[in-house]
T-cell receptor, first 116, second 115 residues
């Protein structure tokens, strides 16, 4: 079974600064996908960024980028130029890429507060 | 807007009762997933349907059941409700059943409060 661990229950950052959220996972799968989801106060689960395990290049989406270390089973999210609208709960998630086991396994989440 | 519609948005009911949560997936998506989000358990996968058939089961209680209809909408039935069933229930949909770079799109959830 896969497990996803987010060791930072809460973090805060000043507007315009950079923050990194940590995520580690455990799996015996070789091929899989990793995701960061954002859940603002509206409760909507919004996909922030996605990483395929077979790709060595780290994914980037505008101000969001990841540091994927497959050997260490680490998948951190870096948010640059933080904005007030980034305030939300962030969830790291894992999904195998093959077979019939395609459900998302989530970490417990990190509550990020961006301060003005 | 993700394109996934869940109704109702809020539901308050008494212990012992039965409720039905409804989900309409994005147009064209064949897979529907149900998740439960609670303070103590976090986001837990409950069950998945693909084109009307059950494909995967997670931590779903026997008091809970689900189905997917021919028009691809899905319903999650919760019975003999207990206080601990109070949670946010999400539905998600995706285009394919397995593999691939297939994103799961989430609805806005149904907030269930059992009193």
């Amino acid at each position: 079974a896969q497990t996803v661990t987010q060791s930072q229950p809460e973090m805060s950052v000043q507007e315009a600064e950079t923050v990194t959220l940590s995520c580690t996972y455990d799996t015996s799968e070789n091929n899989y996908y990793l995701f960061w989801y954002k859940q603002p106060p509206s409760r909507q689960m919004i996909l922030v960024i996605r990483q395929e395990a077979y790709k060595q290049q780290n994914a980037t989406e505008n101000r969001f980028s990841v540091n994927f270390q497959k050997a260490a089973k680490s998948f951190s999210l870096k948010i640059s130029d933080s904005q007030l609208g980034d305030t939300a709960m962030y969830f790291c998630a894992f999904r195998p890429s093959g077979g019939s086991n395609y459900k998302l396994t989530f970490g417990k989440g990190t509550l990020l507060t961006v301060n003005p | 807007d993700s394109g996934v519609t869940q109704t109702p948005k809020h539901l308050i009911t008494a212990t012992g009762q039965r409720v039905t949560l409804r989900c309409s997936p994005r147009s064209g998506d064949l897979s529907v997933y149900w998740y439960q989000q609670s303070l103590d358990q976090g986001l837990q996968f409950l069950i998945q349907y693909y084109n009307g058939e059950e494909r995967a089961k997670g931590n779903i209680l026997e008091r809970f059941s689900a189905q997917q209809f021919p028009d691809l909408h899905s319903e999650l039935n919760l019975s003999s409700l207990e206080l601990g069933d109070s949670a946010l229930y999400f539905c998600a949909s995706s285009a394919a059943i397995q593999g691939g770079n297939t994103e799961a799109f989430f609805g806005q959830g149904t907030r269930l409060t059992v009193v």
